[in-house]
């Protein structure tokens, strides 16, 4: 019986390769990814407004679903600041409760974004507007440490200091633990050991002290209620959706593997779901923690499910020692964690990039920080790069003219479209005196109703002139779009350009 | 797209193991009986799911993922190419080896992916698709198959000769007749190609023999009889992967026909799989049909 059910699972598609092709790796790197959660989710938890727990429980839940749900193997999600900072305004507002609902239509939203393949809709974002965009939430994490700086004493600084050396010098000694986590215990013994003045972990809310349960949100079922939840619920679900699918190519990319983005976009939902029904704030796919993971050797979804269910764990079993942790310790794994997040070759791509790209790139992240929405600055940055490729096309556009019997004839080569239909109506002399003028646009492709508009203002000011025009060799794909759209071949042909 | 596809051939999936010898002696048997060339196909799995040499530090710094994308992307490129080196090498032996034994067309294809989703290509174009029964590491676990052989017969649109350890002339067939479209179309096979021409055949039934609703054994026997063959047939019960292993034993037989995975993977995953059991303990090569 256990013979066939191990062959069961070699046999079945994907599914061993998935989740058992590389156990040893997926359980360190899983193990690993708990112990920089922790950290991660009371940060998180603090920015949104709640107690620790909320984050703590979400991590869980997200992380042991999307394991099971998600479309990218080896990708780590969670509750994250990028949408941490979406809930404030709800949190202080409406409360907990409001926080719950919210999520579960976060969730409805993203499972709806997967049935209807939204997950294709990311080639349309640039290379240029995800740097910008994996920037921006650099800076995000690293301004939302900002605050706990605020009227502290020397001690907390020199916490943060001796944290952030421990983290990026350790691993020149051994590279056999996570040097995090030394930090945050050599840390919290200090604190305990020289009763340091700075905040614990224990002072910010309710730790978690035993496993998640069912929660329904108390809140009155009413259309009210909707309204009030409903914009937060598309930020978060946007938000998630875009974080999800960005760090899910990164990781493609790192792995040289492939993945679903459709499945990962409904994996979020369900995960989202479940997190709001055990008491847990949306989240989603973390850039950060997901490096981290490949590089600790993880690549199946079985580090995912170590991940989430190793948390809960040390919650449990380490809940009293969790709450001793100061704050600064946290603090510090949070500036790692945006350090490794901000893309720092982007400063050297100034000089190499067009600046079209940097534009997008800086444009993106600008909107972010000012916003604290990050799908409002990638939507800019996708505005942009589709504004200035526009811009590009339109000067592949040639018009060059030779003198013919009775005339002249112009030869038009390149793209006609929107973009670059007044350039083209510049290009012909309007006052020269021609008994004939012939256009050829055998190399010319008209994209939509702007070029033939434009073609029949060209044609129509020369016949005003007094000139015979004829157009020679409209290849197919424009002849079509002519046929239907143009009117300069039919009768009355000035009355309906000018009813334009 | 794939280039290069040679006319009628035979496709040998190699993979370098003990079995591979085997594999192109059975594939240059039966190449030269239908006149056709062969092609060796040796896929490079890299199992990119398997990590290289974890970092426990769990410390992320300046450009985390790029500069762990560039680290990883070297590390692959140095195991891929002494893997390309290892295959070029293994398929360099295999034209040599088919060349030895009189195949006059042999065409080499290293190909990057998994065995069955290469075979699924690949295999439309060929006449008869050649795999050995064990892959590499096969003496880790004896009596355990390949483990791409079962997911290859199941995808399989061709019939699939599943190579044994050393190739041995082939004189009698034993068809495992059970009256089922897979064996129909073995029967249909073996009629109509020249692989199997003039060879003995024996036609056997196990289990329930006293089933009338399934189709008749002797309709099948006149066929292979009208096609020149000479056919003996026979109706045992019991077991059915006993009768038949014994029968191959006792006669001698050189090469089990048989319609592979009649039932769905679940209701195999339940009472187990006769195809599997007759693969893995008759030592003799298998012709499978789905």
């Given amino acids: 019986m256990f013979s066939s059910l191990f062959r069961l699972f070699v046999f079945s598609n994907n599914l061993s390769k998935e989740w058992f092709s590389n156990i040893r790796g997926d359980i360190l790197a899983g193990t690993v990814v708990a112990l920089a959660l922790i950290p991660e989710a009371i940060a998180f938890s603090i920015i949104a407004g709640v107690d620790p727990k909320v984050g703590l429980y979400a991590s869980f839940c997200i992380a042991v679903v999307t394991a099971f749900f998600g479309g990218r193997p080896g990708m780590i999600s969670a509750a994250t600041g990028a949408m941490a900072l979406l809930m404030v305004t709800l949190v202080k507002q409406h409360g907990l409760h409001y926080l719950l609902v919210a999520t579960l239509l976060t969730g409805v939203f993203q499972i709806i974004a997967g049935l209807i393949r939204i997950g294709d809709v990311m080639r349309f974002v640039s290379r240029s507007v995800m740097t910008g965009f994996v920037n921006a939430l650099a800076i995000l994490i690293f301004m939302a440490q900002l605050p706990e700086f605020k009227g502290a004493g020397p001690p907390m600084y020199a916490i943060v200091a001796g944290s952030l050396a421990i983290i990026y010098l350790l691993p020149r000694l051994t590279k056999a633990v996570p040097s995090p986590l030394v930090a945050i215990v050599v840390m919290t013994v200090i604190a305990i050991v020289f009763d340091l003045d700075v905040r614990r972990v224990g002072d910010l809310g309710a730790l978690p002290d035993a496993l998640p349960v069912f929660l329904w949100p108390q809140v009155p079922w009413t259309l009210e209620t909707l309204w009030i939840v409903l914009p937060y619920s598309a930020g978060l679900a946007a938000v998630g959706l875009l974080e999800s699918l960005m760090t899910a190519q990164i990781v493609d990319e790192m792995t040289d593997t492939a993945s679903d983005k459709n499945r990962e976009c409904s994996g979020q939902g369900i995960a989202n779901i479940v997190a709001g029904l055990f008491g847990g704030m949306a989240g989603c796919a973390m850039i950060g923690q997901s490096v981290i993971n490949v590089k600790s050797g993880g690549r199946g979804r079985l580090s995912t499910l170590v991940a989430g269910v190793f948390l809960l764990i040390l919650l449990v079993v380490l809940g009293p020692w969790v709450k001793q942790i100061p704050m600064p310790a946290l603090v510090a794994v949070m500036i790692m964690v945006s350090i490794g997040t901000f893309s720092w070759a982007s400063f050297r791509n100034f000089r190499v990039h067009p600046t079209s790209s940097s534009i997008v790139m800086v444009s993106t992240v600008l909107v972010v920080v000012f916003t604290h929405n990050l799908a409002i600055g990638v939507g800019v940055g996708v505005l942009l790069s589709a504004l200035f490729f526009a811009k590009k096309v339109s000067q592949v556009l040639r018009v060059t003219s030779q003198p013919a019997p009775e005339g002249r004839i112009y030869l038009v080569t390149g793209q006609l479209f929107f973009a670059s239909a007044d350039a083209f109506v510049r290009e012909f002399d309007f006052k020269e005196v021609v008994a004939k003028v012939c256009i050829d646009v055998s190399h010319a492709h008209f994209w939509d109703l702007t070029a033939v508009a434009s073609l029949d203002k060209v044609v129509l000011k020369f016949r005003r002139e007094g000139a015979e025009v004829t157009i020679l060799g409209l290849n197919e794909a424009s002849a079509t779009l002519v046929d239907r759209l143009g009117v300069h071949d039919k009768e009355d042909a000035l009355e309906k350009l000018l009813a334009h | ?290």
Avoid at chain 2, 34 to 59: C, E, F, K, M, S
Avoid at chain 2, 103 to 121: I, N, P, S
Avoid at chain 2, 235 to 243: L, Q, R
């Fill in chain 2, 1 to 290: 797209m794939i280039a290069n596809t040679p006319s009628p051939h035979v496709l040998a999936c190699t993979d370098g193991s003990l079995y591979a010898p085997s594999v192109y002696q059975h594939s240059a048997w039966a190449a030269l009986r239908i006149g056709a060339g062969v092609r060796v196909l040796h896929v490079l799995d890299p199992h990119r799911g398997r990590a290289i040499g974890g970092d426990l530090t769990g410390a992320i710094g300046f450009d985390a993922s790029a500069e762990l994308t560039a680290a990883l992307a070297q590390l692959e490129e140095t195991q891929a190419r002494v893997a390309r080196l290892k295959g070029d090498a293994i398929l360099e032996d295999a034209a040599r080896q088919l060349a030895s034994a009189g195949v006059e067309q042999v065409v080499a294809l290293q190909r990057h992916g998994t065995l069955v989703e290469t075979l699924e290509e690949l295999e439309p174009a060929a006449e008869l698709v050649v795999i050995g029964k064990r892959g590499e590491h096969c003496d880790f676990a004896k009596g355990h198959l390949g483990r791409e052989l079962e997911r290859v017969i199941r995808t399989s649109v061709r019939p699939v000769l599943v190579a044994s350890r050393a190739f041995k002339p082939v004189q009698n067939i034993l068809i495992a007749y059970d009256g089922g479209p897979s064996v129909l179309k073995a029967v249909d096979f073996v009629a109509s190609s020249p692989l199997l021409q003039g060879l003995s055949c024996h036609l056997l039934r196990a289990g329930k023999t006293d089933d009338t609703a399934i189709h008749p054994m002797e309709e099948a026997a006149a066929k292979l009889r009208s096609a020149g063959f000479e056919v003996t047939t026979e109706a045992i019960s019991g077991a059915p992967d006993a009768v038949i292993g014994q029968a191959v034993r006792d006669r001698r037989i050189d090469l089990l026909v048989m319609g592979a995975y009649g039932h769905s993977p679940i209701r195999q995953f339940i009472l187990g799989s006769t195809t599997t059991t007759m693969v893995r303990t008759c030592l003799v090569p298998v012709l499978m049909f789905r």
